[in-house]
């Protein structure tokens, strides 16, 4: 791995931001140098990056419309557009991709669907190959209709799972040369508002964080029937608070040891200790992100650090993980981006 790292940040734009902003970090200092504009762009809330670090693809919105950019890495860190491809509507939420980096896979929380983009040898989006569309609600008042927050493939490449807050359910899907075909659902307790999925290393264990019930669901995956089953429900919340907060974003370790939630209105870090075994976390520590609103965070390809991106206070917090007991120690690095949603890293 490399000891400079790019990272790149995805933006609401409704304040100062211009777009997709990126800085350099040295992973075994955690040095942070100058944050510049990437890319101009509307609301590029969310972001994902190619395995050869080559392609970064954003959410974009233009005017009435709303889709996914595909942009090439340059070597100074710049980003330089190759297409996108926009529908009439609400731009989506989320975006992911597959190992091979053949497609794309886009969350729409405004329309409750999920669409498949085949890409190109040169990382350009062709016109999207499929759409699904969830039905149903749940008893909360965010709950009225579907809303698609996840759309990404199991660790194994066999299923496409697309996390819907609205309907509190997980669809489980085929993905066969692009079209995504039902295969299975699985439902979460009335008035969780499940947002985004992560696995676990060892591939058998998954966790889902609940963004209305500000909870962590684990849940055991069975990679041959492509279902899953609930081990546990924990909160992501000190026990005597009683003020409003919703779940943000959810990461695990690369070693499989801890897990991380964001707390956004108790503006919080949950840290968690995994039992590999059983499935079960154990809550460790909560850790304040410094500022409002973490609405997305990330971990260094190093592992050594834990970035957070506090939308409502255009501040990034970077934090030294400990490797012992995962908890989480302010290192003094505050990096100013406007209006900041998610981070990721290109090495």
């Known amino acids: 791995m490399a000891t400079k790292l790019t ?45 050869d670090n080559n392609y970064l693809y954003s959410v974009i919105k233009l005017e009435t419309q709303g889709g ?6 340059q070597a100074n860190g710049q980003l330089e557009l190759i297409n996108y491809e926009v ?54 008042d965010r709950q009225e209709k579907p809303h698609a927050h996840f759309s990404g493939l199991t660790p194994d490449q066999k299923y496409l799972c697309v996390v819907d807050l609205g309907t509190d359910q997980m669809g489980i899907y085929h993905v066969n040369n692009g079209t995504i075909l039902p295969y299975s659902k699985y439902t979460f307790k009335p008035g969780t508002g499940p947002r985004h999925i992560q696995f676990h290393p060892n591939q058998k264990l998954a966790y ?31 026990a005597d608070y009683s003020e409003e907060s919703i779940g943000g974003a959810i990461k695990i370790s690369a070693d499989g040891k801890y897990l991380y939630a964001s707390n956004r209105g108790h503006d919080s870090i949950a840290v968690f200790s995994i039992d590999s075994d059983s499935g079960k976390l154990t809550l460790v520590d909560h850790t304040s992100t410094e500022g409002a609103f973490p609405r997305d965070f990330t971990i260094d390809p190093s592992g050594k650090f834990l970035l957070v991106a506090n939308q409502n206070t255009s501040n ?29 890293f290109s090495s």
């Open 87 to 140: 529908l009439d509507g609400s731009p989506p939420c989320h975006v992911s991709l597959d190992e091979t980096n053949h497609y794309l896979f886009s969350a729409n929380y405004h329309k409750g669907t999920a669409i498949a983009y085949k890409l190109a040898d040169n990382g350009a989006l062709t016109s999207h190959t499929s759409t699904v569309t969830h039905e149903g609600s749940g008893p909360h």
């Open 208 to 238: 889902v964080n609940g963004e209305l019930s500000s909870e962590v669901i684990a849940l055991r995956y069975d990679s041959e029937a492509g279902t899953f089953n609930d081990i546990q429900y924990i909160s992501s919340l000190p």
């Open 7 to 51: 990272a790149y940040v995805g933006t609401y734009t409704n304040g100062e931001s211009k777009g997709i902003y990126h800085f350099t970090m040295d992973a075994s200092t955690g040095e942070v140098d100058g944050v510049e504009v990437s890319a101009e762009l509307e609301n590029p809330t969310y972001l994902t990056i190619s395995k």
């Open 68 to 73: 996914v950019g595909a942009y090439s890495i």
């Open 316 to 344: 990034i917090i970077q934090y030294a993980i400990d490797q012992e007991t995962g908890k989480l120690t302010k290192t003094g690095v505050s990096i100013s981006v406007p209006n900041p949603v998610c981070v990721v």
